[in-house]
């Protein structure tokens, strides 16, 4: 019997049409929602579901890149306290997204990407995944607090 998968699995991608035993397809597959029979009306819908799909994707990219114009040559500085050259503590994902927030952008503090974890004070490269293709490199600066 022949499938369309609605889910990634083990038999493919979504979209992909297999062949499967029937009672495979009749007693797991279809029931749990991970694939439905390979009718003409299902491959149109399926067909109309993959076109709404790479159309909010091409819009997400384009969101991203708008993003990575506006982001380009951002440089984050960061106050922190420090004692000879290390910090109390350490710079984390959550403290550049805080500082980005205080500049005007909402982004999401998972996806950056922070070589390593920062103990000490100097200059880092960072770098957001706004989308799969968009990648934003910027610079991370750490310095200490001026105590008064």
Not at 51 to 68: C, P
Not at 112 to 127: F, H, N, R, S, W
């Amino acid at each position: 019997m022949q499938v369309i998968l609605m889910e990634p699995g083990k038999l493919g991608k979504t979209g992909d049409i297999v062949e499967v035993r029937s009672g495979y397809a009749r007693n797991w597959l279809i029931p749990q929602g991970i694939a439905t029979s390979a009718t003409a009306a299902n491959m149109k819908s399926l067909e109309a579901r993959i076109r709404a799909r790479q159309k909010i994707q091409a819009q997400e990219k384009a969101t991203a890149e708008d993003l990575a114009s506006r982001l380009n040559g951002v440089a984050i500085e960061m106050s922190v306290r420090a004692g000879e050259g290390k910090i109390y503590g350490a710079v984390t994902h959550a403290d550049v997204a805080g500082a980005l927030d205080q500049l005007g952008f909402d982004i999401d503090k998972r996806k950056l990407e922070m070589p390593k974890t920062v103990k000490e004070i100097g200059e880092y490269d960072i770098a957001y995944r706004a989308h799969p293709e968009v990648t934003i490199p910027m610079k991370l600066v750490v310095h200490a607090q001026k105590e008064s």
